[in-house]
């Protein structure tokens, strides 16, 4: 009798832990009823003394970031700069708030799908990493606040705000509204390895010219360095947006035409598609100097990144991503990156060729924080968001990751590299079409390059099809031919 | 004939108003969890929905569009249609499930029938092993296994000087069908050596004495006899293998869509770009009523020869 009863005792024990783990409260993330939202969002009167000292206040933030793997750059700020700041100054103001960094996703792809799926069901931590590529369409669908619409009129009383210009405020911004801040911006290029330019006889500052001048230097590296991959460009379904953001879109821009005209809001299609499909087809069909693995298995990019870590790639197609982050940060990282990868602009297909008639071409985008809509704190929140974006906390963050902040009174120290790539080329610079249907168009960009690089579809073919798609996405009025 | 005393209390008991009310909560489940998502799947598979981008807020009934689409002469059978993607998985099933699984797991268990020792327990506890693992942990280490240059395989493969063939990116499916039937067959291995272990011992020693052959006493006498066990286990494996999400964690349906089944297929399309709810929903539907079909032909084929699973 006693041991079953103990054995009863044991089961219930068990089942009311196992309710408790599963309990929203459990795991980090909270269930906010709407009335709670809204009653929070009231100031709190200025007299409030009498009153007993109030709850801690917990605050979370999902970094998308790992710590000592992709992202630690920005663990690192958040938790060594911004936590004992931010919880620094609350305490001046009398209120006890615990910042929490969720570490977590860091696939950008699933990141995106994991913010929408929490928001849509009123959960996920308080402040967001958030691409601002995909603020069009969460606002679209309803899922983003303005930020001053959250956390009252201190957002557009904020001193940052005068430091950041329009443009890199519109990074996370749709039809004028601001939902988030950006941490940065950046550009695009050519990275190459010094070593392997010099085994070959290519000149230390190489700057190519065309396209005719980047395959003339992959073919050198080809029949010198039979053991290296000549040249990335990257591709295929499986590395999601960067295949357009990295890959694709420089090439677009380098045969003079964007994929959407800002003038008329609509998106183009044509000739221009069919020639930059053609760079993939001669890299990776026609002259063997890319390696179609990297574009077409899962992970490829990753892959790609450590073979250029390795040596094992002579010309690679990235964002400064590369350089600022990839390259300091685990396993991939390049303590002496100075001596080894140099920094060359992407061409148009011949100069003068480009968007606008440039020579040389690149787009930039950013990724940030937005604060989510079902924020218990948006008060609190906005507090964070403004200690994160202050001049002291960026300062902060530029001795961990140096690179083109969003704030003008915060400079690129110590790198010479990136300030004179932030000086060449965001003069040149363009961004992506601020459209909610923007992000499955890009997906169909991405199937375009895909069918390209591995051989099923002819570039013609290819963009033949992109169009037949981008009619099904944005509606045959929003398309228009291109050159 | 009576089986105890009180049994025509307990049949007034169980007559239709006291019945029905123990069957309610049973019921009341299967309707919360099964049917209603159903319903609900079906529902939006008639819409435009999307969880992002303009069709998320103002969403429309599309009829059957969405149904027409995947079913589109024109498209449906060529990369990254939805019968290209059912024909890669009709593959993945026959391959992986009935040869891999179902087949490789009775050849197990007949093999190792009536044996005691160290090898009957060391592949026992290797296949339940595998069988054990969660689905990630098996992935990653597959990820590892398969590697071009530093995988097992190719390892063992080039010291047979039998080349080093890159898995994941020239043999996805080939990987894939390797890989599902090394997860799975210690569940038929298992299930069919319970069923052999019923067998009476005497049967099979009377065919010895016979002078029946190994062969012989397989085909002739434990086949027949085990027909219902292999009709439960077919049905469970190719359910859970029609069904099953993990090659989505070696190949992620790649490369260029060739081992697209369509349980990652249905994910890229809900998942993918704006999330498009309503071409996912009309997938899932498809899927499922394929799946209620199969279920439907097991049933039916038990029910005709009288088996009992």
């Known amino acids: ?146 930020l001053d619409e959250l956390a009252g009129p201190a957002v557009n009383a904020w001193e940052g705000w005068a430091h950041i210009p329009p443009p890199l405020q519109a990074i996370m911004g749709y039809q004028g509204r601001r939902y988030g801040i950006a941490e940065g911006t950046d550009v695009r290029g050519l990275w190459y390895r010094k070593d392997i330019f010099k085994d070959v006889g290519l000149p230390d500052g190489w700057q190519p010219r065309s396209w005719d001048d980047i395959f003339a230097a992959a073919r050198l590296i080809q029949q010198k360095r039979p053991d290296v991959v000549p040249l990335q460009v990257i591709g295929g379904t499986v590395n999601g947006e960067a295949t357009t953001m990295q890959g694709w879109y420089p090439l677009l821009l ?106 040389y071409v690149t787009v930039s985008g950013g990724t ?9 704190h948006p008060t609190e929140a906005w507090a964070l968001m403004s200690t994160m974006f202050s001049k002291e906390s960026l300062d902060g963050f530029q001795k961990i990751e140096p690179r083109i902040r969003v704030r003008d009174d915060v400079a690129v120290p110590n790198d010479p590299l990136m300030t004179a790539l932030a000086k060449q080329m965001l003069p040149l610079t363009t961004t992506r079409p601020a459209d909610p249907s923007y992000p499955a168009v890009s997906v169909a960009i991405q199937q375009a390059t895909e069918r390209v690089i591995d051989g099923e579809q002819t570039p013609a073919e290819a963009a033949a099809a992109f169009e037949k798609r981008l009619t099904e996405i944005v509606g045959a009025d929003r398309v228009e031919r291109s050159r | 004939m009576t089986l105890y005393p009180d049994e025509a209390r307990v049949r007034t008991w169980l007559r239709p108003p006291t019945s029905a009310a123990m069957l309610l909560p049973g019921l009341l489940l299967v309707l919360t969890f099964l049917v209603l998502p159903f319903i609900w799947t079906l529902v939006i598979s008639l819409t435009n929905q999307q969880m992002l981008g303009p069709h998320a807020a103002s969403w429309s009934w599309v009829g059957l569009d969405n149904y027409a689409r995947l079913f589109d002469p024109a498209t449906w059978l060529s990369r990254g249609g939805f019968g290209w993607s059912l024909w890669l998985t009709v593959q993945f099933v026959l391959c992986s499930a009935v040869l891999g699984q179902a087949a490789l797991g009775l050849a197990l268990a007949w093999t190792l029938y009536g044996q005691h020792g ?16 969660p689905d990630t942990v098996v992935a990653f280490a597959w990820l590892a296994i398969l590697h071009p240059d530093q995988g097992a395989i190719n390892v063992a493969l080039g010291a047979l000087g039998l080349g080093q063939p890159d898995w994941l990116y020239h ?73 099953t999400f993990t090659p989505f964690l070696l190949t992620g349906g790649g490369p260029s869509q060739t081992t697209e089944v369509l349980s990652i297929y249905t994910y890229h399309t809900a998942f993918e770009g704006s999330l498009d709810f309503g071409r996912g929903a009309a997938i899932s539907t498809v899927v499922l009523l394929v799946n209620l079909l199969l279920g439907l032909v097991f049933l039916a084929y038990v029910r005709r020869h009288r088996l009992h699973p």
């Open chain 2, 118 to 133: 160290v090898v009957r327990e060391a592949v026992f506890s290797l296949a339940i092993v595998a069988w054990i693992l």
């Open chain 2, 171 to 243: 043999h996805a499916m080939l990987a894939l069908v390797l890989f599902n039937a090394w997860r799975g067959a210690a569940f038929s291995m298992l299930l069919f050596s319970a069923a052999l272990a019923g067998i009476p011992p005497s049967y099979l020693e009377v065919a010895t004495v016979t002078g029946a052959s190994g062969w012989q006493k397989f085909r002739d006498l434990v086949l027949p006899l085990l027909q219902g066990a292999i009709i439960t286990d077919l049905m469970l494996v190719i359910l859970w293998t029609f069904n």
């Open chain 1, 254 to 359: 380098g045969t003079g035409v964007n994929v959407y005209n800002f003038d008329t809001n609509k998106y183009t299609s044509g000739q221009a598609m069919i020639d930059a499909l053609n760079f993939y087809k001669r890299v990776y069909v026609d002259e063997k100097l890319g390696n179609p693995r990297w574009q077409l298995v899962k992970g490829g990019r990753d892959q790609s990144q450590t073979a250029f870590h390795d040596g094992k790639i002579a010309i690679y197609a990235e964002g400064d991503y590369l350089w600022r982050a990839v390259l300091t940060e685990g396993d991939t990282a390049l303590p002496n990156k100075e001596s080894l990868v140099g920094w060359a602009a992407m061409p148009a297909t011949a100069p003068g060729k480009g968007i606008r008639g440039q020579d």
């Open chain 1, 1 to 146: 009798m006693l041991r079953r009863m103990f054995g009863l005792a044991l089961v219930s024990t068990a089942m009311v832990t196992l309710f408790a783990a599963c309990s929203p409260s459990a795991s980090g993330l909270r269930t906010i009823p709407v009335s709670q939202a809204e009653t929070a969002a009231s100031p709190v009167p200025a007299t409030a003394v009498a009153l007993p000292p109030a709850e801690p206040i917990k605050l979370a933030i999902n970094c998308g970031c790992v710590q000592g793997g992709d992202g630690d750059n920005a663990y690192r700020w958040l938790t060594e700069v911004v936590t004992p700041r931010f919880e620094g100054k609350m305490r001046e103001e009398g209120k006890t708030v615990h910042l929490e960094v969720i570490p977590g996703v860091v696939d950008a792809e699933a990141l995106k799908k994991q913010h929408a799926l929490d928001i849509k069901a009123r959960q996920g931590a308080d402040i967001l990493a958030f691409d601002g590529f995909w603020t069009p369409e969460f606002v679209a669908a309803g899922l983003l606040k303005p």
């Open chain 1, 368 to 376: 940030g924080y937005v604060i989510n809509p079902n924020t218990a």
